[in-house]
């Protein structure tokens, strides 16, 4: 059997076996590296993760509800910062803020002042009965800040 693999292995082009082993390296994410969960509660949590796109990279967090993203905040920076509410996932709204450290402490701002106003407007109604508990919520926002903050401090 060994002489087996040995003989595929020799004989596999080596750019294929290279694609092949590369695979099981890649993040279980895709562009999400770093990947830190925090919870609020039983049925919502918060997701902290370094983020690399091709219009930009820096610190994200996702407000997961369910088995579902609700919004999403990317802080890459000037010109590319920007967030998605559910159900407008397709809509980025850019952040005035230019810097990362900036673009974070918004959205903690965002997520503090307006998730309950933005589940309530939602059209699925197991979003509008949800109602934030939000001693726990801003326990886990200081949390999301604090990571966020560690991100943009590691990596810039």
Known sequence: MVSLIKEFVIDFPKRWLKRILSIKTRPKFGVRKDLRIIPV??????LVYWKVLPHGKGPATVLEIGDREFAKFDCFGEKEGHYHISPH????????????????????????????????????????AIKIDQKKFEVALKEVRRNMMEIVKDIF
Do not use: A, C, G
Not at 41 to 46: A, E, G, N
């Open 41 to 46: 509660d039983d049925q919502m949590q918060f």
């Open 89 to 128: 996932y397709d809509f980025r709204i850019f952040f005035h803020e230019k810097s990362r450290e900036d673009q974070v402490n918004r959205t903690i701002t965002e997520l503090e002042s307006t998730t309950q106003l933005y589940l309530f407007k939602h059209p699925d109604p197991k979003f509008k």
